[in-house]
């Protein structure tokens, strides 16, 4: 069981810039990679970006890549993801996740913390 909680959304203006943070607790020694998911209002929950937690490579989905970057903090068990250059479609509610270790998907997930961008 993994316990996920993020912070740091909130109201910004387009060309503003949020940093958000997960911190993952319970049994944080099975995670392979953990994410960011993001899902606007009406639209499916859609991949941001993810890290691996022991290697430390990265994915980014298209709309996202040169201004969003993910990174993480292996001693605090917590995950960032700087948003730059922010634009009314990156207005969702943003989710955490986790993959563990021999898992085809991600497996736990935070309670989503809402990033509104305003024109």
């Known amino acids: 069981q993994v316990q996920l909680v993020e912070s740091g959304g909130g109201l910004v203006q387009a060309g503003g810039s949020l940093r958000l943070s997960c911190a993952a607790s319970?049994?944080?020694?099975?995670?392979?990679?953990m994410g960011w998911f993001r899902q606007a209002p009406g639209k499916q929950r859609e991949f941001v970006a993810d890290i691996q937690w022991s290697g430390g490579s990265t994915a980014y989905t298209n709309s996202v890549k040169g201004r969003f970057t993910i990174s993480k903090d292996n001693a605090k068990n917590t995950v960032y993801l700087q948003m730059n250059n922010l634009k009314p479609e990156d207005t969702a509610v943003y989710y955490c996740?986790?993959?563990?270790?021999?898992?085809?998907?991600?497996?736990?997930w935070g309670q989503g913390t809402q990033v509104t961008v305003s024109s």
């Open positions: 319970g049994r944080t020694s099975t995670t392979y990679a």
């Open positions: 996740a986790v993959n563990v270790v021999a898992s085809r998907g991600y497996d736990y």
